[in-house]
């Protein structure tokens, strides 16, 4: 199921790539400038490259001030001027395709996780039906299987598969591949498959051992779920999780509950927006505060995923008053001794700190809620 922690890291994630969109637009619109003092070689003119030459130094000279906030005169030449706009233009126009695809991917992303846990659930019947055809093998007890019926039969899965995805019907060869060379030698398939008078205990321990060690083990399975799902490894252990508790629900009436991924997912997708937002769009104000605070270092040559993890937590402590702020910082040192340099955790633990400090004397960070004080 998920928590505001994997929520968090879907988040950073999206921002660390979109922050790498970003400074790639920059070198497109710098490109932008240089080209269009390239010499036009359909031309009939003589070009003056000298001429071009100094006008690109110029402009990107001019760009560059601009883009870092610095005030500087306009040119007299208007190529000089039109060339900046049109850089200015395209890395305005590039920014925003991105910011608007990696904010609708986040949603995209956490919902893959119920398809993948639906797949994982169907590729159990597969394997059955498979089973069930190989004339080789007395597989009975696979088709006595409670867990095997319960789930065949589940509407909510056949409902909620048809709207996500996560059936096998149209991969069935790769299904039968699998079967025979991940299932089929499996030891622990063969002693099930031997079982005279199966208990129902037996039968879901077999379950409990596909699912865990050939489906979401070290096979091929496993691998192709890799290249399915960009972000496989964090979300294996949710579906893992998820999957256990499908087959801990099994009633004695024979039947499932589907796992929700989320109890309330409007206030998920509520932080989801409100986070990756904020954070993408941090004022200018609060990147030079952080700059203000990071000593020797200068704030471009941090590790980027530094920078987004201060980004993420100044944002979250701004805009959520009912999360406290020693949650937040909590969370995003556990984000960066997970996903950043060894020595990153302990830095981004003394920033945050400070300027935790700082924002709540100054009265910029308010939290209220149960087991809060409002700080007015």
Same mark, same amino acid.
């Given at each position: 199921?998920?928590?505001?922690?994997?929520?968090?890291?879907?988040?950073?994630?999206?921002?660390?790539?979109?922050?790498?969109?970003?400074? =790639?637009?920059?070198?497109?619109?710098?490109?932008?400038?240089?080209?269009?003092?390239?010499?036009?070689?359909?031309?009939?003119?003589?070009?003056?490259?000298?001429?071009?030459?100094?006008?690109?130094?110029?402009?990107?000279?001019?760009?560059?001030?601009?883009?870092?906030?610095?005030?500087?005169?306009?040119?007299?030449?208007?190529?000089?001027?039109?060339?900046?706009?049109?850089?200015? /233009? &395209?890395? =305005?126009?590039?920014?925003?395709?991105?910011?608007?695809?990696?904010?609708?991917?986040?949603?995209?992303?956490?919902?893959?996780?119920?398809?993948?846990?639906?797949?994982?659930?169907?590729?159990?019947?597969?394997?059955?039906?498979? /089973?069930?055809?190989?004339?080789?093998?007395?597989? /009975?007890?696979?088709?006595?299987?409670?867990?095997?019926? =319960?789930?065949?039969?589940?509407?909510?899965?056949?409902?909620?598969?048809?709207?996500?995805?996560?059936? !096998?019907?149209?991969?069935?060869? &790769?299904?039968?591949? !699998?079967?025979?060379?991940?299932?089929?030698?499996?030891? =622990?398939?063969?002693?099930?498959?031997?079982?005279?008078?199966?208990?129902?205990?037996?039968?879901?321990?077999?379950?409990?051992?596909?699912?865990?060690?050939?489906?979401?083990?070290?096979?091929?399975?496993?691998?192709?779920?890799?290249?399915?799902?960009?972000?496989?490894?964090?979300?294996?252990?949710?579906?893992?999780?998820?999957?256990?508790?499908?087959?801990?629900?099994?009633?004695?009436?024979?039947?499932?509950?589907?796992?929700?991924?989320?109890?309330?997912?409007?206030?998920?997708?509520?932080?989801?927006?409100? &986070?990756?937002?904020? /954070?993408?769009?941090?004022?200018?104000?609060?990147?030079?505060?952080?700059?203000?605070?990071?000593?020797?270092?200068?704030?471009?040559?941090?590790?980027?995923?530094?920078?987004?993890?201060?980004?993420?937590?100044?944002?979250?402590?701004?805009?959520?008053?009912?999360?406290?702020?020693?949650?937040?910082?909590?969370?995003?040192?556990?984000?960066?001794?997970?996903?950043?340099?060894?020595?990153?955790?302990?830095?981004?633990?003394?920033?945050?700190?400070?300027?935790?400090?700082?924002?709540?004397?100054?009265?910029?960070?308010?939290?209220?809620?149960?087991?809060?004080?409002?700080?007015?």
């Amino acid at each position: 199921m998920l928590n505001r922690r994997t929520l968090r890291i879907k988040i950073m994630q999206n921002l660390f790539a979109y922050e790498q969109c970003r400074e =790639a637009n920059y070198l497109l619109a710098h490109d932008t400038i240089d080209a269009f003092f390239q010499p036009d070689l359909n031309s009939m003119k003589i070009q003056d490259k000298d001429l071009l030459k100094g006008q690109r130094t110029v402009a990107l000279k001019m760009f560059e001030k601009k883009f870092k906030g610095e005030e500087v005169k306009e040119s007299p030449d208007p190529r000089i001027t039109k060339s900046i706009e049109d850089a200015f /233009a &395209l890395h =305005a126009k590039l920014n925003k395709k991105d910011f608007t695809y990696f904010r609708k991917n986040i949603v995209l992303e956490v919902d893959k996780i119920n398809t993948m846990y639906y797949a994982s659930l169907n590729l159990v019947v597969a394997f059955e039906s498979v /089973a069930a055809h190989d004339k080789r093998l007395a597989t /009975a007890v696979f088709g006595a299987n409670p867990l095997v019926k =319960a789930l065949r039969d589940n509407t909510d899965l056949r409902k909620e598969t048809l709207r996500k995805g996560g059936s !096998w019907d149209q991969q069935m060869d &790769l299904v039968r591949s !699998w079967f025979r060379d991940c299932v089929k030698p499996d030891k =622990a398939f063969i002693e099930y498959l031997g079982l005279k008078n199966p208990s129902k205990d037996d039968h879901v321990d077999w379950i409990k051992h596909l699912i865990r060690k050939i489906i979401l083990g070290k096979t091929a399975i496993n691998a192709h779920f890799e290249e399915t799902d960009l972000w496989w490894a964090e979300d294996h252990e949710i579906i893992r999780s998820m999957t256990d508790k499908t087959i801990k629900s099994l009633s004695d009436r024979n039947e499932v509950e589907i796992q929700k991924l989320s109890l309330n997912w409007d206030d998920d997708k509520d932080f989801i927006e409100r &986070l990756f937002v904020s /954070a993408a769009q941090l004022e200018p104000a609060y990147h030079q505060l952080i700059a203000n605070h990071t000593r020797n270092w200068e704030v471009d040559r941090l590790p980027l995923t530094d920078r987004v993890i201060l980004h993420m937590a100044l944002s979250e402590m701004l805009s959520f008053p009912n999360i406290p702020v020693k949650v937040t910082i909590n969370e995003y040192i556990e984000l960066a001794k997970e996903y950043s340099t060894p020595k990153s955790r302990q830095f981004i633990n003394g920033i945050l700190d400070v300027l935790s400090k700082e924002l709540v004397s100054s009265g910029k960070i308010k939290k209220s809620g149960r087991g809060l004080i409002d700080n007015k």
